[in-house]
């Protein structure tokens, strides 16, 4: 409770100093204006018309449905991988063994292209969610893996030891000395995580289902409707910075805090 | 505070003072005859414009009012504010360095004044003559200032380079005025004021970390404020981005963004008034300063939407928030901090610096949303006028007894 308070109270200075990220924000929106101006409206649309693009489309009911499709197959398939990610790389974090195994296994799901796994799952599952969840899981699930995996590896044996010592029970040993530590490791990972998983939603829909943003990604693109695309492409990227620097940015300047 | 103590404080402002006899104590210091000078001058010019363009007054001044209200507004107060701020700042900066005092610091505001006198009767004295005088008090000015450009350290240089900067902008006016370069000298003075806005913020990191530190020390409050060149140096590249684009492509739609951009860029800048530890936003001079920033970002933004949205209409009124507002709040800012301080006082807050600062603020809004009430467009110039003048009657009646008399601690200068 006092964390989720000290996060409010400086919520207000951290929004503040958001300025410098606005202002170079802006000023990609005026390198990208100029490239209107020169390469045509077919190309590349300004900026205003995007933004009055993305305005009419947030009025339409049609849009929002999508945007709930999408939003709900990439927090399945990103809640998936956090529970799996999670839960799977702690347990190999504390045994040696199943750390060693689990590596090169992790290297061959990192190494494989999301793209061949939409392939893949396109045939086990034909054209729907599950295509689209079960490649989320297999992107971001890796990601998560290794963090949690790094944070129980680097457990600090001398505090460990101190904490047997002092005889502190268990809970204060989990809350006060492990859970610092690994959620330092595992936090990032969650949050970078996200990103693949909402990356990865987009693409897995423009070629495996019929409704979502990606498809209606698809459908701009074969009508050469480039406002549309890049008003869809608007929606992704702001829900995304959203997300990251709105809510979970804060979090994590808290929990790293104890290492500076 | 002790006598030996409050001794040891001023050499915080200078080590060394010139041992000229029987200085009046109205040239005991840079800024003394500047600011008796320049309230007044304030007050009497605005008023004079404010009468020309509410339709009141009828100056047959020149063929081209706005242009020279302009030029006056940014270059025939500029030396006298950028005078005051060197001539007090710079041995402060560089220890060692002998203040500015006595007879020579007579004759070059008397150097200033003549400028002031050839401006307003440029009509019957000539261009040539009011060239000369002004050009040569901002060319005195960077010849007084060389150390910074010579500093090997390069500590504060980028001060002198704008200067020079700011001298070569009043050159290039000159010759678009007598026909010798091809330029609008309306477009020269939209870069004048680019390059103005730059000298503020550059002086404004120097001038804010000083008075808030001094001001945190003064209410023990135990943090450092510092504001931090990445901040300032975005915000100057913006500035310039938005002049150089602004005098190439006035009405380019990717302006407006940039406009936008700069506004945001100048704004970041408060965000290190946000220390660690403390609070300090609620401290009168902190506001003060943080209102230069806000005017400023106001001026920018509100450009820049114009240009997107409104057709560029009401830009000269926007614009008013960097000049009226931005600029005008930086003089006030200099001149009260610098006469508490360097009169041998504590930076104080009251009624009166609220009033100044308020008026101020309230000045602008009103000259800069004239495009939203075009029907009272005639009384709101009025007002405006007189408001903005109201800050240095103020400052007048308040500092004017300091600026007359020896300084209250009872060390020279």
Known sequence: MKFILKILKNLPAYLWSGWGAIASILLFIAFWDIGNQIYGNLVLPSPLE??????????????????????????????????????????????????????????????????AWIVLAMIWFGMGDETVIFTILVASFPIIFVG??????????????????????WHMKFIDVYFPHIFSYIFPAWVSGLGMAWKIVIMAELLATSDGLGASLAVARSQLDTPTALALVVIMIGSLMFIEYIILEPIKREVELWRS | MSTQE????????????????????????????IFLLL??????????????????????????VLTWHIYEMLFGVLTAGVMAFLTTGLPELFPGMIPFVGKRLKYIMLLWVSGRVSFWFIDTTGVYLTALLNLAMLGWLIWFAKDIVLD???????????????FGIEVWFFASILGWSGSDSMSILRVALGAIVILVLLVMRRVNMEAVNELMEDKG???????????????????????????????????????????????????DYSLEDKFILNQPYVIYMFFIFVMLSLGYGLMGWSILFNEGNGISSFRHFI?????????????????WIHTGRHLTSNIYTHLMVSFMILATFIRGLIPFFQEYQMQLYLWSAIAWSIP????????????????ADGIKG
Do not use: C
């Open chain 2, 152 to 166: 090997k350290l390069q500590r504060h240089a980028s001060l002198g380079y704008i200067l020079i900067a700011i």
């Open chain 1, 148 to 169: 949690a995996l790094q944070g129980t590896r680097t457990l600090d044996g001398d505090l460990k030891e101190m904490a047997d010592s002092f005889h502190l029970p």
């Open chain 2, 39 to 64: 309230a007044p001058y304030f007050i009497i010019s605005i008023v004079l414009w404010g009468l020309v363009w509410s339709g009141y007054l009828n100056i047959p001044f020149m063929d081209n």
């Open chain 2, 6 to 33: 409050e001794k040891l404080h001023a050499t915080n402002h200078y080590l060394y003072y010139p041992d000229e006899e029987n200085i009046p104590t109205y040239l005991a210091y840079g800024f003394r005859p």
């Open chain 2, 221 to 271: 409050i135990d943090d450092i404020y510092i504001s931090r060149p990445p901040l300032t140096n975005l915000a100057v590249f913006s500035v310039i981005l938005f002049t150089a684009v602004e005098y190439l492509y006035p009405t380019n739609s990717a302006l407006g963004w940039i406009g936008l951009a700069t506004g945001a860029s100048i704004l970041a800048i408060t965000s």
């Open chain 2, 323 to 339: 000049t009226a507002g931005g600029l005008g709040l930086s003089y006030l800012m200099v001149m009260i901090t610098i006469g």
């Open chain 2, 392 to 407: 240095f009657i103020i400052f007048i009646k308040v500092f004017f007894n300091f600026l007359l008399a020896p300084r």
């Open chain 1, 50 to 115: 995007t933004f009055k693009t993305l305005y009419a489309m947030l009025h339409s009911q049609d849009v929002w449905e999508q945007i709930d499709i999408t939003l709900y197959r990439a927090s399945v398939g990103f809640g998936l991988s956090l529970l799996f990610g999670s839960v799977l790389g702690l347990i190999a974090g504390f045994f040696a063994t199943a750390s060693m195994m689990s590596r090169p296994v992790v290297t061959i799901l990192v190494g494989m292209p999301p793209i």
